[in-house]
C-alpha cells in the first residue's frame, strides 16, 4: 500500500486536493500503485547483490504498462543501496526516519535527494510505543522537502508491532499512559505531522502545546529517573563485570562441590505449562481461588516435576517454572520501572501473540523474585536444583523499550538489578544458577559496523549479572535457534561456566564452532529437538552426543534438550527426557570402556 496520510493530494496525479485516498469531488480514480519491501537492504549488502537490485528495478520500472511503484525500507539506514534506488526508474521510496535517521538524511543529501519521485518519510517509530517528538518529526519534514518531488508522512514500517490501543489499558496511569502511543495514536500523530507540514505550525498549535507537557512529564518523573538507581549504575567498575577467579580454578572448585559424573544431564529449566496451571493462574485473577490455594498448586506441581526427574536419573535438576507466566513479563512485574498492559498484544510467529512489557523507567529489584521457589524446589531433593533467570539482554529485546537513553545503560540498570537476584539465589543455597540470553543473537545489530559496539555492552551486562558469586557456584546460559558462528567470541566473552545451545536439528554444528574457536568452557549442545512432538530414540540422541564428542571432551560436555519444554505435554516430556537419560548413560559406558 501506499502512504497513509500526505502532505499534498494523495491522489496520485495532483488532480484534487483531497486528504482521503480518493475525493467525492474528485472525478478521476486515483490511479494503482504496487509498494515493494526491501528490509534486506539495509544490511550489508555485496556490490553483486546492489547490481541484482539496479537491474531488477531497472527492468520493473522501465515496463511501458505497470503500476506506480514505491521501493519500502525500514528498521536501519540503506547506505550503499540509496544510490541504487534513488537512480532506479521507480516513483518513491520509502525510508525509515527513526532508525538510522541521521544516516539515511546524510545520505539523500548526498546523492542529491530524490528528483522526480516521492518520498514517503517514516518519522513515526512503527516499533514502539513511545508518543512522538512531534516538533522534532516536523523539523525532519521540513529538511526532506528540498529533497524530493513529494514528501508523504508515515510511520516507519507496518503498525502490526505495535498494540491497537492505548484507550483499552486501565489499570496504567492517566498521566503515564499520554505517554504511550499504540497503533491508533501512531495513526493519529501521522495526520498531525501531515498537516503542520503542509499548513505550518499555527494549524496544530494545540496539539504541539499538548505533545511538549506530554516529553516534559515523562522526561521529570520519577519513574524515568531515579537517583539510587543512576548513583549505583554510575559506580560499577570494570572488576565488578569480572569472575573472583578464572575458569580453570572455577571448574576445580565446581566440580568439587557438585560431584556430578562424567556427561551431566539437565533440562532447560521449564516443563510442560499445562492447561491446569493456565486456569489456576486465571482462577486467582479472577478470584475464584485465593493465594493460599494458588500456591498450593504451584507446589503440588514442583514436587511432580522434581519428582519425576529423580526418578528418570537427571543429574542438575529445574523446578519447572510453574508459577511463570513467561520468561520475560514474570520478572518484569517485579521489577521497577516496567509497566505491564492489559491489552498489549502483539504477533511474535504464526497465530502466536504475547504482551510485551514495557520497559519504561530506572529499574530496580524491591525483592527476590524467584528464590522461594527454587529453595522450595531445592528442599525436595538432595541433588542440585539450578536457579532459573531470564539474561538482562533478553529483559530488554523481548520487551517495549525506552528510547531516550542507550540501550546499553538500561541493559546495565536490568544486569544490577538480576545480579541481586543471583547474589540472593546463592545466600539461599543454590550452587547452579543459569541465566538465559536467546536474544543475545537475535538483537545482534543488522549492519556489520554496529555489532561490536552492541556486543560489547550486551556481554558486559551480563557478566555483571552474574559475576558477584563464589567460584565454587556454577553460572549456565542458555541460547537457542539461531546461527551461532558469528557470534562464538561473544559467548565466549560471557565467561559463563556452562552454556547450552540448539543443535540437535544442526546435527551438532554448534559444538564444531565451538571446537574452532577453542571454546574453553563447558557446553550442553542439545541432543533433543523441543520444537517436535516427535519423541527421540535413545540412539538417536547417543548419536548425537557421540556426534558432541568429537568437538568437545568429554569433561566439558553436558547432556540437555535444546531448549525449555514449557510448549510440550508430559507424555512426550517423559518419553523424550527418559531417552535422553539412557542415551548419556550408554555413552558414559562406552567411554568408561575405551
Known amino acids: 500500500m501506499w502512504p497513509r496520510t500526505s502532505t499534498r493530494s494523495p491522489c496520485w496525479t495532483g488532480c484534487c486536493r483531497c486528504t482521503r485516498r480518493s475525493s467525492p469531488t474528485c472525478a478521476r480514480p486515483a490511479p494503482s500503485g504496487s509498494q515493494l519491501d526491501e528490509p534486506a537492504l539495509v544490511q550489508d549488502r555485496t556490490p553483486a547483490e546492489l547490481d541484482a537490485a539496479a537491474r531488477a528495478y531497472r527492468g520493473l520500472g522501465t515496463l511501458t504498462d505497470r503500476p506506480k511503484l514505491l521501493v519500502a525500507s525500514y528498521f536501519d539506514r540503506l547506505g550503499d543501496a540509496l544510490p541504487v534506488l534513488a537512480e532506479a526508474p521507480v516513483d518513491g521510496l520509502?525510508?525509515?526516519?527513526?532508525?538510522?535517521?541521521?544516516?539515511?538524511?546524510?545520505a539523500l543529501a548526498t546523492v542529491g535527494g530524490l528528483p522526480g519521485k516521492r518520498?514517503?518519510?517514516?518519522?513515526?517509530?512503527?516499533?514502539?510505543?513511545?508518543?512522538?517528538?512531534?516538533?522534532?518529526?516536523l523539523a525532519t519534514l521540513g529538511t526532506l522537502l528540498g529533497l524530493a518531488d513529494r514528501v508523504d508522512v508515515s510511520a516507519s514500517c507496518s503498525l502490526l508491532h505495535v498494540p491497537l490501543d492505548t484507550a483499552a489499558e486501565r489499570d496504567i496511569e492517566p498521566q503515564i499512559l499520554t505517554w504511550l502511543a499504540f497503533a491508533e495514536q501512531k495513526t493519529a500523530e501521522i495526520v498531525t505531522l501531515a498537516e503542520g507540514l503542509a499548513r505550518g505550525t499555527g494549524a496544530i498549535a494545540a496539539e504541539l502545546a499538548v505533545n511538549r507537557a506530554t516529553l516534559a512529564s515523562r522526561a521529570d518523573s520519577p519513574i524515568t529517573h531515579d537517583p539510587a538507581v543512576r548513583s549505583?549504575?554510575?559506580?560499577?567498575?570494570?572488576?565488578?563485570?569480572?569472575?573472583?577467579?578464572?575458569?580453570?580454578?572455577?571448574?576445580?572448585?565446581?566440580?568439587?562441590?557438585?560431584?556430578?559424573?562424567?556427561?551431566?544431564?539437565?533440562?532447560?529449566?521449564?516443563?510442560?505449562?499445562?492447561?491446569?496451571?493456565?486456569t489456576a493462574r486465571a482462577d486467582l485473577r479472577a478470584g475464584r481461588i485465593d493465594t493460599v490455594g494458588y500456591e498450593e498448586r504451584i507446589k503440588a506441581e514442583i514436587g511432580?516435576?522434581?519428582?519425576?526427574?529423580?526418578?528418570?536419573?537427571?543429574?542438575?535438576?529445574?523446578?519447572?517454572?510453574?508459577?511463570?507466566?513467561?520468561?520475560?513479563?514474570?520478572?518484569?512485574?517485579?521489577?521497577?520501572?516496567?509497566?505491564?498492559?492489559?491489552?498489549?498484544?502483539?504477533?511474535?510467529?504464526?497465530?502466536?501473540?504475547?504482551?510485551?512489557?514495557?520497559?519504561?523507567?530506572?529499574?530496580?529489584?524491591?525483592?527476590?523474585?524467584?528464590?522461594?521457589?527454587?529453595?522450595?524446589?531445592?528442599?525436595?531433593?538432595?541433588?542440585?536444583?539450578?536457579?532459573?533467570?531470564?539474561?538482562?539482554?533478553?529483559?530488554?529485546?523481548?520487551?517495549?523499550?525506552?528510547?531516550?537513553?542507550?540501550?546499553?545503560?538500561?541493559?546495565?540498570?536490568?544486569?544490577?538489578?538480576?545480579?541481586?537476584?543471583?547474589?540472593?539465589?546463592?545466600?539461599?543455597g543454590t550452587?547452579?544458577?543459569?541465566?538465559?540470553?536467546?536474544?543475545?543473537?537475535?538483537?545482534?545489530?543488522?549492519?556489520?559496523?554496529?555489532?561490536?559496539?552492541?556486543?560489547?555492552?550486551?556481554?558486559e551486562a551480563f557478566r555483571l549479572s552474574t559475576s558477584g558469586v563464589r567460584p565454587d557456584t556454577q553460572i549456565h546460559t542458555h541460547m537457542c535457534y539461531a546461527e551461532f558462528g558469528d557470534i562464538v567470541q561473544a559467548i565466549d566473552d560471557l565467561d559463563a561456566d556452562v552454556i547450552s545451545l540448539e543443535a540437535a536439528?544442526?546435527?551438532?554444528?554448534?559444538?564444531?564452532?565451538?571446537?574452532?574457536?577453542?571454546?574453553p568452557r563447558e557446553a550442553g549442545p542439545g541432543v533433543y529437538d523441543i520444537h517436535s512432538p516427535r519423541v527421540p530414540s535413545t540412539e538417536e540422541a547417543a548419536a548425537?552426543?557421540?556426534?558432541?564428542?568429537?568437538?568437545?571432551?568429554?569433561?566439558?560436555?553436558?547432556?540437555?534438550p535444546d531448549c525449555g519444554l514449557k510448549t510440550r505435554g508430559w507424555p512426550e516430556t517423559r518419553a523424550s527426557l527418559e531417552s535422553l537419560v539412557a542415551a548419556a548413560r550408554t555413552v558414559r559406558e562406552e567411554l568408561s570402556a575405551s
Do not use: C
Request: aromatic fraction near 8%.
Open 94 to 106: 520509502a525510508l525509515d526516519f527513526t532508525e538510522g535517521a541521521a544516516a539515511n538524511l546524510d
Open 119 to 137: 518520498l514517503v518519510a517514516g518519522v513515526v517509530n512503527g516499533r514502539n510505543i513511545w508518543v512522538n517528538d512531534l516538533e522534532k518529526s
Open 232 to 278: 549505583r549504575t554510575a559506580a560499577v567498575t570494570e572488576a565488578d563485570a569480572r569472575r573472583s577467579q578464572p575458569y580453570p580454578e572455577r571448574a576445580t572448585a565446581q566440580r568439587a562441590h557438585l560431584g556430578l559424573p562424567l556427561l551431566p544431564t539437565t533440562t532447560i529449566g521449564s516443563f510442560p505449562q499445562t492447561t491446569e496451571l493456565r
Open 304 to 428: 511432580e516435576v522434581i519428582s519425576f526427574q529423580e526418578k528418570t536419573g537427571i543429574d542438575v535438576l529445574v523446578h519447572g517454572e510453574p508459577e511463570r507466566n513467561d520468561m520475560v513479563q514474570y520478572f518484569a512485574e517485579q521489577l521497577t520501572g516496567y509497566l505491564a498492559t492489559q491489552h498489549g498484544w502483539v504477533q511474535s510467529y504464526g497465530t502466536r501473540y504475547v504482551r510485551p512489557p514495557i520497559l519504561a523507567g530506572d529499574i530496580s529489584r524491591p525483592e527476590p523474585m524467584s528464590v522461594r521457589w527454587t529453595a522450595y524446589a531445592q528442599s525436595l531433593t538432595d541433588r542440585p536444583v539450578k536457579g532459573m533467570l531470564t539474561g538482562p539482554v533478553t529483559m530488554l529485546a523481548w520487551s517495549f523499550v525506552r528510547d531516550d537513553q542507550p540501550l546499553g545503560d538500561t541493559a546495565r540498570q536490568v544486569a544490577l538489578a538480576l545480579r541481586d537476584e543471583v547474589n540472593d539465589l546463592e545466600a539461599s
Open 431 to 459: 550452587s547452579v544458577i543459569q541465566v538465559d540470553e536467546p536474544a543475545l543473537r537475535e538483537t545482534l545489530p543488522l549492519r556489520a559496523a554496529d555489532r561490536p559496539a552492541y556486543l560489547a555492552w550486551a556481554t
Open 505 to 519: 536439528r544442526s546435527h551438532m554444528q554448534v559444538a564444531r564452532e565451538l571446537a574452532a574457536h577453542g571454546y
Open 544 to 560: 548425537l552426543l557421540r556426534t558432541g564428542l568429537e568437538a568437545i571432551p568429554a569433561e566439558r560436555l553436558w547432556v540437555n
